[in-house]
Protein backbone atom coordinates (compact mmCIF):
# COMPACT_ATOMS: atom_id res chain seq x y z
CA UNK A 1 0.00 0.00 0.00
CA UNK A 2 2.81 2.26 0.64
CA UNK A 3 3.90 2.13 -2.70
CA UNK A 4 0.70 2.56 -4.23
CA UNK A 5 0.44 5.91 -2.19
CA UNK A 6 3.49 6.96 -3.40
CA UNK A 7 2.96 6.44 -6.74
CA UNK A 8 0.18 8.61 -6.97
CA UNK A 9 2.14 11.29 -5.02
CA UNK A 10 4.42 11.02 -8.22
CA UNK A 11 1.57 11.56 -10.72
CA UNK A 12 -0.05 14.10 -8.51
CA UNK A 13 3.71 15.72 -8.89
CA UNK A 14 4.23 14.97 -12.95
CA UNK A 15 0.53 16.28 -12.77
CA UNK A 16 1.33 19.91 -11.21
CA UNK A 17 4.57 19.93 -13.09
CA UNK A 18 2.57 20.05 -16.19
CA UNK A 19 0.68 22.88 -15.51
CA UNK A 20 2.78 24.96 -15.18
CA UNK A 21 5.71 23.88 -18.11
CA UNK A 22 4.05 21.76 -20.59
CA UNK A 23 4.77 24.07 -23.58
CA UNK A 24 8.42 23.41 -23.24
CA UNK A 25 8.15 19.48 -23.52
CA UNK A 26 5.50 19.71 -26.43
CA UNK A 27 5.98 18.12 -29.36
CA UNK A 28 4.01 18.61 -32.43
CA UNK A 29 4.44 15.02 -33.82
CA UNK A 30 3.84 12.68 -30.70
CA UNK A 31 0.48 12.78 -29.01
CA UNK A 32 2.29 11.33 -25.65
CA UNK A 33 4.29 12.70 -23.50
CA UNK A 34 6.68 9.75 -21.64
CA UNK A 35 8.08 11.27 -18.20
CA UNK A 36 10.17 9.48 -15.28
CA UNK A 37 9.31 10.67 -11.84
CA UNK A 38 11.62 10.48 -8.86
CA UNK A 39 10.08 10.35 -5.07
CA UNK A 40 12.04 9.67 -1.77
CA UNK A 41 10.37 10.56 1.26
CA UNK A 42 11.48 11.68 4.72
CA UNK A 43 10.59 8.02 5.63
CA UNK A 44 14.12 6.60 4.33
CA UNK A 45 12.76 3.80 3.22
CA UNK A 46 13.92 4.08 -0.21
CA UNK A 47 13.66 5.90 -3.60
CA UNK A 48 10.26 5.39 -5.38
CA UNK A 49 10.02 5.63 -9.83
CA UNK A 50 7.37 5.65 -11.84
CA UNK A 51 7.55 5.61 -15.88
CA UNK A 52 4.33 7.76 -16.86
CA UNK A 53 2.19 7.80 -20.30
CA UNK A 54 0.04 11.43 -20.22
CA UNK A 55 -1.80 11.92 -23.40
CA UNK A 56 -0.58 15.77 -23.91
CA UNK A 57 -4.68 16.95 -25.23
CA UNK A 58 -5.72 15.64 -21.92
CA UNK A 59 -3.26 14.93 -19.14
CA UNK A 60 -5.77 13.62 -16.46
CA UNK A 61 -5.74 10.81 -19.14
CA UNK A 62 -2.21 8.57 -17.46
CA UNK A 63 -0.57 5.16 -18.32
CA UNK A 64 1.59 3.85 -15.47
CA UNK A 65 4.27 2.22 -17.68
CA UNK A 66 6.50 1.00 -14.71
CA UNK A 67 7.20 1.53 -11.05
CA UNK A 68 9.71 0.57 -8.67
CA UNK A 69 11.19 1.11 -4.82
CA UNK A 70 14.49 1.12 -4.57
CA UNK A 71 15.22 0.35 -0.86
CA UNK A 72 17.73 2.60 0.58
CA UNK A 73 20.89 1.05 2.07
CA UNK A 74 22.27 1.74 5.73
CA UNK A 75 24.77 4.25 4.46
CA UNK A 76 22.19 5.72 2.24
CA UNK A 77 19.88 6.28 5.28
CA UNK A 78 22.68 7.75 7.47
CA UNK A 79 23.47 10.17 5.22
CA UNK A 80 20.09 11.35 4.06
CA UNK A 81 19.06 11.57 7.88
CA UNK A 82 22.15 13.60 8.99
CA UNK A 83 22.67 15.73 5.82
CA UNK A 84 20.89 18.91 7.54
CA UNK A 85 23.59 18.63 10.12
CA UNK A 86 26.59 19.02 7.40
CA UNK A 87 28.36 22.31 7.14
CA UNK A 88 27.29 23.85 3.58
CA UNK A 89 30.18 22.92 1.50
CA UNK A 90 29.19 19.61 2.66
CA UNK A 91 25.77 19.26 2.12
CA UNK A 92 26.90 20.33 -1.81
CA UNK A 93 29.12 17.42 -1.61
CA UNK A 94 26.11 15.16 -0.43
CA UNK A 95 23.79 16.49 -3.20
CA UNK A 96 25.65 15.95 -5.63
CA UNK A 97 26.61 12.69 -4.58
CA UNK A 98 22.96 11.49 -3.95
CA UNK A 99 22.73 12.86 -7.81
CA UNK A 100 25.08 10.25 -8.75
CA UNK A 101 22.87 7.82 -7.23
CA UNK A 102 19.60 9.06 -8.53
CA UNK A 103 21.57 9.51 -12.09
CA UNK A 104 22.77 5.56 -11.62
CA UNK A 105 19.47 4.24 -10.19
CA UNK A 106 17.12 6.02 -12.87
CA UNK A 107 19.39 4.18 -15.94
CA UNK A 108 19.13 1.38 -14.64
CA UNK A 109 15.31 1.37 -14.41
CA UNK A 110 15.18 2.61 -18.15
CA UNK A 111 17.82 -0.05 -19.21
CA UNK A 112 15.24 -2.75 -17.41
CA UNK A 113 12.21 -1.40 -18.87
CA UNK A 114 14.15 -0.94 -22.58
CA UNK A 115 12.63 2.76 -22.39
CA UNK A 116 12.63 3.74 -26.21
CA UNK A 117 10.50 7.35 -25.36
CA UNK A 118 11.56 9.82 -22.24
CA UNK A 119 10.96 13.38 -22.77
CA UNK A 120 12.15 14.02 -18.98
CA UNK A 121 12.66 12.74 -15.68
CA UNK A 122 10.97 15.01 -12.86
CA UNK A 123 13.04 14.33 -9.62
CA UNK A 124 11.49 15.74 -6.20
CA UNK A 125 15.02 14.97 -4.92
CA UNK A 126 15.07 14.57 -1.17
CA UNK A 127 14.01 16.64 1.66
CA UNK A 128 16.85 17.55 4.29
CA UNK A 129 15.49 20.42 5.89
CA UNK A 130 12.01 22.22 5.36
CA UNK A 131 10.62 25.04 7.67
CA UNK A 132 7.79 26.51 5.65
CA UNK A 133 6.40 28.94 8.01
CA UNK A 134 10.28 30.81 7.13
CA UNK A 135 10.16 29.63 4.29
CA UNK A 136 13.20 27.02 4.23
CA UNK A 137 13.87 24.40 2.30
CA UNK A 138 16.07 22.23 1.16
CA UNK A 139 15.92 19.34 -1.17
CA UNK A 140 19.19 17.85 -2.66
CA UNK A 141 19.84 15.56 -5.55
CA UNK A 142 21.67 17.64 -8.47
CA UNK A 143 19.37 17.74 -10.94
CA UNK A 144 22.06 18.38 -13.27
CA UNK A 145 24.02 15.21 -12.12
CA UNK A 146 21.20 13.02 -13.09
CA UNK A 147 20.63 14.45 -16.24
CA UNK A 148 24.57 13.39 -17.05
CA UNK A 149 24.03 10.02 -16.01
CA UNK A 150 21.06 9.62 -18.23
CA UNK A 151 21.55 11.61 -20.83
CA UNK A 152 17.61 13.26 -20.65
CA UNK A 153 16.62 16.45 -19.56
CA UNK A 154 15.67 16.48 -15.67
CA UNK A 155 13.50 18.90 -13.77
CA UNK A 156 13.61 19.61 -10.47
CA UNK A 157 13.29 22.03 -6.96
CA UNK A 158 9.56 21.78 -7.31
CA UNK A 159 9.23 22.21 -3.56
CA UNK A 160 10.67 25.79 -3.41
CA UNK A 161 7.77 26.87 -5.55
CA UNK A 162 5.65 25.80 -2.31
CA UNK A 163 7.65 27.33 0.23
Given at each position: ?????????LIVLL????????????????????????????????????????????????????????????????????????????????????????????????????????????????????????????QIGDG????????????????????
Amino acid sequence: MHLLHRVIELIVLLDLYFQYTFHIFMDMNNTYIYAIGLMSGTSLDGLDIIYVRFDEKNLSNFKILAAKAVPYTTYWREQLKNGMYLPPEEIEKLSTEYGVYLGIETRKFIEKNKMMALDFIASHGHTIFHQPERSITLQIGDGQTIANYTNCKVVCDFRTQDV
